[in-house]
């Protein structure tokens, strides 16, 4: 019987492949179809505390309706705490310009991590199993992917308890309890690549290699392996290349041209961050300092002979910041009142009577300038950055202390002579940034 068979081996599977699953908090996705009713009468009969999530997607009309229902009505007869939200599906995808599956999965997860957030869940659970797997292995082959599309679905964030079990393992199961669960009429058509794959291509497989679906089991098992083992390298180069910096990590250029193969471990250490274009990765390998990359979220800039990567930050800091000097500055920078000289570029000695308040903190615009003290004449900001070597972050963080539209002091680095006070002066303005 199937139902022996898969209760003991989700019983085994569980304890070898989950820690402390049962002391854990769950949350179910639950549609009501075949595989999450499974899962949830395995999870109810090894007396698994879990509660459940499920989305009504309003796309088949009182079908939707109906599965909401089930799955509420289902939940209420074994006590279980239940989760439902109706979601404005084809809305979302016509606003987002993407499919209505993209659609669905994405306010799917979405609501489950707000619900996990709220409520504290340790893991999300979800029905996937091995027919589902070898699908969405078959699709990513398709697509063109790396080790990680080769594995079939991902189990980094959310856990799958029935990867180990096939679809037939699983009807089987439903039958022998005499399990009821919802049908989506929508699967049996082949408007999706998944559907077509799951009724033509599958099945055809399946009947030409009788063992196809544990030996496909054992592929994913040496291809999860070997992704292991080549995170563990790609950690180990992370942990001692990607050097920490105030402003975001820097990488050195010749420890990643060492890296052999060159184009998996580029690929590998930078797509996390929105950079999967090699050519690009190679050509800012061999580019001049100051060119960059841009993804949704990091910038990676050629700094000399590094890389610098960080986050790409709000633009808020930029805009100009007034200071009239009766206290303490404590942001965008710290810049505290002193009594006394001190002579350092961190301290800026100036002469009050030459000031007009309010004083003004930005950052450098085109065409700024200022008369450096200790030199003659004035000087271009740009031509000073370049002989300070600034790099282009620097350049980016660098404040500029200014009485109108007079540069007073490049905060750090240089007073303006224009403004210095000395000895001589009656009301010195000292500051010190920190």
């Not at 079939?152 to 399990?179: C, M, Q, V």
């Not at 979220?297 to 007034?322: C, K, M, Q, W, Y």
């Not at 202390?401 to 009301?427: K, M, P, Y």
């Amino acid at each position: 019987m199937y139902f022996c068979s898969v209760n003991s081996h989700f019983k085994l599977h569980i304890d070898k492949e989950f820690n402390n699953f049962c002391d854990q908090k769950l949350l179910l996705a639950f549609s009501g179809g075949l595989d999450s009713r499974v899962l949830l009468d395995l999870l109810h009969q090894n007396n698994i505390s879990f509660s459940v999530a499920h989305c009504n997607f309003d796309l088949r009309a009182d079908a939707s309706e109906k599965d909401a229902v089930f799955c509420a009505s289902l939940c209420e007869q074994h006590k279980i705490p239940f989760y439902t939200k109706k979601f404005e599906t084809k809305q979302f995808a016509d606003h987002n310009k993407i499919s209505i599956q993209m659609a669905a999965r994405d306010l799917r997860y979405a609501w489950f991590n707000e619900l996990k957030s709220e409520y504290e869940f340790s893991h999300i659970l979800t029905g996937h199993h091995l027919d589902d797997q070898l699908e969405t292995f078959l699709i990513n082959v398709g697509r063109g992917t790396g080790l990680k599309g080769l594995r079939g679905i991902s189990t980094d964030t959310i856990l799958r308890p029935l990867l180990p079990f096939s679809k037939d393992e699983i009807e089987g199961y439903a039958n022998d309890k005499g399990l009821n669960w919802s049908e989506d009429a929508s699967n049996a058509k082949d408007d999706y690549l998944r559907n077509h794959i799951r009724h033509h291509v599958v099945p055809q497989w399946k009947a030409s290699n009788e063992n196809l679906l544990q030996q496909v089991a054992h592929t994913f098992e040496n291809i999860s392996l070997a992704q292991e083992a080549l995170k563990g390298v790609l950690d180990a180069f992370k942990q001692k290349n990607f050097i920490a910096k105030k402003q975001g990590t820097s990488i050195a250029i010749e420890a990643l041209k060492e890296l052999k193969p060159p184009a998996y471990y580029l690929h590998a250490l930078f797509f996390p961050y929105g950079f999967g274009n090699l050519p690009d990765l190679f050509s800012l390998l061999e580019a001049q300092s100051g060119k960059q990359l841009i993804s949704q979220s990091h910038r990676l800039i050629r700094d000399r002979e590094v890389l610098f990567l960080g986050p790409i930050t709000n633009s808020a800091d930029s805009d100009e910041i007034f200071w009239t000097p009766n206290a303490d500055l404590l942001t965008p920078v710290k810049l505290t009142l002193e009594k006394n000289r001190s002579p350092d570029p961190d301290t800026a000695v100036l002469n009050t009577t030459l000031l007009k308040y309010p004083l003004i903190l930005r950052k450098y615009r085109k065409g700024d300038y200022f008369y450096p003290a200790g030199m003659q004449g004035k000087k271009k900001m740009s031509k000073f950055f370049k002989d300070q070597k600034f790099s282009l972050l620097d350049k980016e963080n660098q404040w500029l202390l200014c009485s109108e539209q007079e540069i007073v002091w490049v905060i750090g680095q240089r007073v303006d002579a224009r403004f210095i006070g000395n000895s001589e002066t009656n009301n010195l303005l000292i500051l010190k940034i920190h």
